[in-house]
């Protein structure tokens, strides 16, 4: 062994035991704040593995805050407003309301008749979309001096209504768009097999693939036209009706919307 390697031998065993005679190490003192940091960080990653990320409580926060602010907006209503305990109190039309559905079902009998009819709130967001861009370009035609219209949320729905008679296989489908107080019919369909009418499965379906629609509805003799409007009119699809649906529609996407907000602030807490 040369000399060099004989001091430097020697030197590192007389300091390795002068550390362990002290029972303190310089390079584990120096370490420690590292392995601290290093634990903190390797904690805070499984942490956010789990589901716990540092948006959670933000994201969380401002669901809370939406879904305050909305259900201060619906205060006023109780659990049934005005206009829905008014509709149900005439005791004409039952309603299928299913919570994070977007379509509703009002049905009712007349006679040997069993009427469904059947609209979505999904027309309504995308008119509320719509009503807002209308009303930017109202405001905009204000300021360029030019002449403003009025803007009107109508919501017009597109709703469907069919139409079965106890102990007949057939059936009609009524398509329709319900706005500013009125039903305005786009065909009417006959089906020889009644339970194609109601019937959402596949096989349904491609088999309405096949089957004459009739014509548009506008297309009809005058005379005919009036003569549905009547017989429709008689089973209660009328005015009250057509003003009844735009307002629940609205109604409803309000409150699934709460809702909405609400099971996302649960999953995001969870």
């Known amino acids: 062994m040369s000399a060099i390697r004989a001091f430097r031998s020697i030197s590192v065993s007389s300091r390795a035991a002068a550390v362990h005679r002290s029972g303190y190490s310089t390079v584990g003192s120096r370490l420690a704040p590292l392995v601290q940091a290093f634990s903190k960080r ?3 990653v499984s942490a956010r593995a789990f589901g716990q990320g540092t948006a959670d409580v933000p994201l969380s926060s401002k669901l809370l805050e939406e879904m305050k602010y909305e259900k201060e907006s619906m205060a006023e209503f109780s659990k049934d407003p005005d206009f829905l305990r008014d509709f149900k109190a005439q005791g004409k039309w039952q309603i299928e309301n299913t919570p994070f559905n977007d379509e509703v079902t009002l049905s009712r009998k007349f006679g040997n008749e069993n009427l469904r009819l059947t609209f979505s709130i999904v027309d309504i967001r995308g008119e509320q979309d719509e009503s807002f861009d209308n009303e930017s370009a109202a405001q905009e035609s ?6 403003e219209e009025e803007v009107l949320n109508t919501y017009p729905i597109r709703a469907s209504l069919t139409i079965n ?3 007949t296989p057939g059936a009609l489908a009524i398509d329709m768009m319900c706005q500013e107080g009125q039903f305005v019919v786009d065909n009417i369909a006959y089906y020889k097999d ?8 596949a096989e349904a379906d491609w088999k309405r693939r096949g089957i ?5 509805f506008d297309t009809l003799d ?6 549905f409007d009547k017989f429709l009119q008689e089973r209660g699809i009328d005015e009250h009706l057509a003003f009844f ?6 109604f409803k996407e309000q409150t699934e919307y709460v809702q909405w ?8 807490d969870a």
């Open 212 to 216: 004459y629609m009739g014509p548009q």
């Open 245 to 250: 649906i735009p307002e629940f529609a609205e």
């Open 42 to 44: 390797a904690f805070s």
């Open 194 to 201: 009644g339970s194609l009418a109601t019937d959402s499965t």
């Open 261 to 268: 907000l609400e099971g996302v602030k649960d999953f995001v």
């Open 142 to 147: 204000e300021e360029d001096g030019s002449q």
């Open 222 to 227: 005058i005379g005919l036209q009036e003569e």
């Open 165 to 167: 008679k106890a102990g």
